[in-house]
DNA sequence: CAGCATCCAGCTTGATACTG
DNA sequence: CAGTATCAAGCTGGATGCTG
């Protein structure tokens, strides 16, 4: 670590993600990843079997969620509740941990959704300036 | 669309992530990516220059960096501001909207590095139950 | 200093097929 | 239904070398 960087109150904590080796990366990729933030956020709104989950986050394929769902369970984000009936039926949901996690991540998502009409408007104007290149 | 799936409050926006086809989608990854949130969270502090960055956000090498600022200030999050001198100076800064953005992306960032003793607990669990096979 | 162009290893991902 | 296994392809990202 340079410690010659200034330090701000945030980088006080045991975690930081700014550290290349620092485990918070991992787990905040799982949560960021291409299907993590999609997840979480899809069982936000309350309980889940595997297919409800591929059929609402749009595009995941069967691997991947599974995959998703593992590691999320595996950082105590999400829980799996199987029972072991015939067909099985698996639900999933958040952990309170998960859940707070994920109320941050969909204030995230909702002021990128918010602000779409300005970043449309904002590549339009870049592609113009520069897009001749 | 699959218009027979329940609609929550939020799906009412009109760019909605869980759409595979959604603009938002593209943006949400810019900013949560790999490289996309360290930077908007290391830009959050203040100014920076690109090597500068570089150093900050531990980790990325030239050509990421280069990329992601590019996506971001194509979006309209991160604004650049160069000089023409010898040696050359930019200057990376967050636009008003990219203030937004990073203040909920650094609230998630946060949530996770402190919930961490918890997450390497529930690691711990997981992988002593199921580590055998 | 602030980058861009190229090359290429390897990780990620999606299809497909199969199991309990 | 709820997954696992396998494989090929493509994209990601790092190293290197060069420009202004």
Redesign the interface.
């Known amino acids: 670590m340079?410690s010659t960087?200034?330090l701000?109150p945030?980088d006080d904590?045991?975690?930081?993600?700014?550290?290349?080796a620092c485990?918070?990366r991992g787990?905040?990729?799982h949560?960021?990843?291409?299907w993590g933030?999609?997840t979480l956020?899809?069982l936000y709104?309350g309980s889940l079997r595997f297919n409800e989950l591929r059929?609402?986050?749009?595009?995941v394929s069967e691997k991947m969620l599974s995959q998703t769902l593992h590691a999320l369970?595996?950082?105590?984000?999400v829980h799996r509740e199987a029972q072991p009936t015939n067909p099985p039926r698996v639900d999933y949901d958040l952990t309170p941990?998960g859940h707070?996690?994920a109320e941050?991540?969909?204030?995230?998502?909702?002021?990128?959704?918010?602000?779409?009409d300005?970043?449309?408007?904002?590549?339009a104007r870049?592609?113009e300036t520069r897009g001749a290149l």
Chains 1, 2 share one sequence.
């Open positions: 340079d960087q200034q701000t945030e904590l045991a975690y930081n993600v700014f550290a290349k485990p918070s787990t905040l990729e949560v960021t990843g291409r933030g999609l956020g899809a709104e059929r609402r986050v749009d595009g369970e595996r950082d105590g984000l941990l707070q996690v941050r991540l969909l204030a995230l998502i909702h002021c990128v959704e918010g602000s779409m300005d970043v449309l408007a904002s590549r870049y592609d």
